[in-house]
Every structure is written in C-alpha cells, then in structure tokens.
C-alpha cells in the first residue's frame, strides 16, 4: 500500500489514485515521504489541466503515530492547506478499506478527527461522515485584522460589496461566505472576481480566502459554491460547505441542525453538533481511476498505466443528477 519513493534526481515509480468527493477531485498517494519537496511541484504538475484533466488538490496519507494515518492536503497550485472536508472522506474510505473497520482516526494538521461509514444519503451508494474542527469565528484565527472586530458574522464588508452580508470563520482553514441574491449565483463573474482580487492582493486576509456564495434553497437545503484558495472555482469544497451550513443555521436560513448543501458537483449533508463547534460532513467518496506512474529524473510524470472506474462513476452521475435537479426545482427567489 505505502509507495516506495527515492530521492530527486532517481527515477520512481508509484501507484495513485484519482477520487472525488462531491466532484472536489484529488490524486490520492500513499507514501511515508510526505515531507518530501517533490510533493509540492508534483501536485502542481498532477493538478494542471494539462495533465490528464486536471484535479484540485493532491492528498498524501502517511502513518501517524497518534492516529490510525496523517493526512496532508496539497492545493493544485502547490500551496498546503490545513484541512480539506471532501478529501478526509477520501482518505477515510481508503484508511476503512485498508485496514477492514467501520471508524477511523485521521491525523490532519491541527487536530485528530474521527471518520466512518455512515448510512447512505443517496440511493444504496456508499457514504462517510468526516468529522469537522475545530471552529472558530475569532478573526485572529482566520488570520484577518478589521479595525476593532474581533468577529464579522452576517455583516457587510464595504471592500468587497456594499449589500452582501459575509460571515468570517476558520474550520479551520480560512472561510469567507457570503449571503447572495440568485443572480450572483446563476452568473459566476462576481465571484470570481473579488475570490482571485482577495487571494492576490491579501490585504484583508494575509494567508488567502476560500470564499462561498450561499443561497437558500428551502427549509433544510442550501446551495453553495466555492471560490478555493490555491485551487479557483471547485464543485464543492466540504469545509466549506460545513462553514456555510452553520451560518446558514446560525442565521436562521435553514431550520434543523441537519443541513443538505447542493453544490455544482453534488450534495452532501451537514450535521451540527449540539454545541455547534464540529460538523459532521457526510457524502460520497468515488474512484474515478488507478494509475501507475513513473517520476523520471527530470520530474517528468509519465502514466505507465490507467483503469477507469467506470461504475463508479455512473453511479455518482445520478447522484450528481439528482442534486441538479432539486435546484431546478426548488430555488427560493
Ligand atoms: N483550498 C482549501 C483547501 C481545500 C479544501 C477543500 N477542497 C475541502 O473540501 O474542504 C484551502 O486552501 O483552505
């Protein structure tokens, strides 16, 4: 399973898997090298369009000495982040499978969060629950400095929009998620726009953002879509969607504590702790392929070979279909 890996300048040959959780796509490898500064220009060149269609980030699972594994989240652009939601359902479907059990422990950069398998959310398709934390709201946590605030929950932030109302929360990689009306959703200029301003210029976040455009569906649903730091727009970004939901819950958008988010590439559900300071994210974790792969000493990637999962990911289009369908019918103008 942990792939034998060399130092620069000697040809390596390693095994990788592509997956996605919600439609968030990741090259997965097993290595106890995770240190390694190849890593972080090979999920540059792993990530880039260019290379087999691309992916959102690259996530090493290695031994940990206070968990069942450690996982370590690369950001397409090579940048690392401190958690990723759809990715710790990857990397717990693949702890689960490996070692043959129902729970987990995975260590992430701040703390150990328990992961399982759960009961299916959609049709009999497999489904696991990550758990998300810890949450802060505190703007020195996120980091961000904005005159005297120590928060910013549901407030408008002139710099960026002068009616959207933005809440600021770490989960605890850095979130910023805003309220919007429809059309800022049914066109993605707007966000686009003030994500990139926002990560390039960092003058309000010094780490970068990943910034969320929210919108109410009905009761219990939201929709949301993620602007990712280090990434661009993604299908769905699960902390982000775990940050989003207890906004939405905290503003009173949605009424129950289990919150269904719909976002471009899916759904997934949130349920809130009773204290509100954890998530659990629940959803699918797929295979979209295993490649053989072999690093030159040039760093040249070159796929030796490649098997699609081909039901797994028709099965994941219904369910992707299934969320495409309850906004059409549903959106709450
Ligand atoms: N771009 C994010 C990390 C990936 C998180 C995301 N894909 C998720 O599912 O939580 C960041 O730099 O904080």
């Given at each position: 399973m942990i792939n034998e890996t060399s130092g620069r300048g000697k040809t390596m040959k390693i095994s990788l898997k592509k997956m996605h959780g919600s439609g968030n796509t990741f090259y997965v490898l097993w290595t106890e090298?995770?240190?390694?500064?190849?890593w972080h220009e090979m999920a540059i060149k792993l990530c880039s369009?260019?290379?087999?269609?691309?992916?959102d980030g690259l996530l090493l699972i290695s031994s940990s000495a206070s968990a069942d594994v450690k996982m370590t989240v690369i950001n397409a652009d090579g940048s690392y982040a401190k958690m990723c939601g759809n990715g710790l359902r990857i990397v717990a479907r693949e702890v689960l499978e490996s070692l043959d059990v129902l729970q987990a422990s995975i260590e992430t950069e701040e703390v150990t969060l328990h992961v399982k398998k759960t009961t299916?959310?959609?049709?009999?398709q497999d489904a696991f629950a990550v758990e998300i934390k810890?949450?802060?709201?505190?703007l020195s946590d996120i980091p961000m400095t904005y005159g005297n605030n120590d928060t910013l929950i549901n407030s408008i932030i002139p710099e960026i929009h002068d009616s959207i109302h933005f809440s600021v929360l770490a989960v605890p990689n850095p979130h910023l998620v805003g309220l919007v009306p429809i059309q800022y959703i049914e066109s993605r200029v707007f966000q686009e726009k003030i994500g990139t301003q926002l990560n390039e210029s960092r003058s309000l976040f010094p780490e970068g953002v990943n910034l969320s455009f929210m919108h109410p569906v009905d009761e219990m649903t939201i929709f949301v879509r993620t602007f990712e730091r280090g990434v661009g727009f993604t299908n769905a970004c699960g902390t982000a969607m775990s940050a989003s939901a207890l906004v939405a819950y905290q503003s009173k958008l949605v009424e129950s504590t289990k919150v269904r988010v719909i976002n471009p590439g899916g759904f997934v559900e949130c349920h809130l702790s009773e204290d509100q300071q954890s998530v659990f994210l629940i959803g699918n974790a797929s295979l979209i392929e295993t490649l053989e792969v072999t690093i030159g000493s040039d760093e040249t990637i070159s796929i030796l070979s490649k098997t699609i999962a081909h039901d797994e990911m028709d099965d994941y289009e219904r369910w992707k279909d299934y969320a495409e369908n309850m906004v059409k019918q549903k959106w709450r103008k």
């Open positions: 090298d995770f240190a390694h500064s190849l369009t260019s290379w087999d269609g691309g992916a299916p959310i959609f049709e009999q810890p949450i802060t709201f505190s």
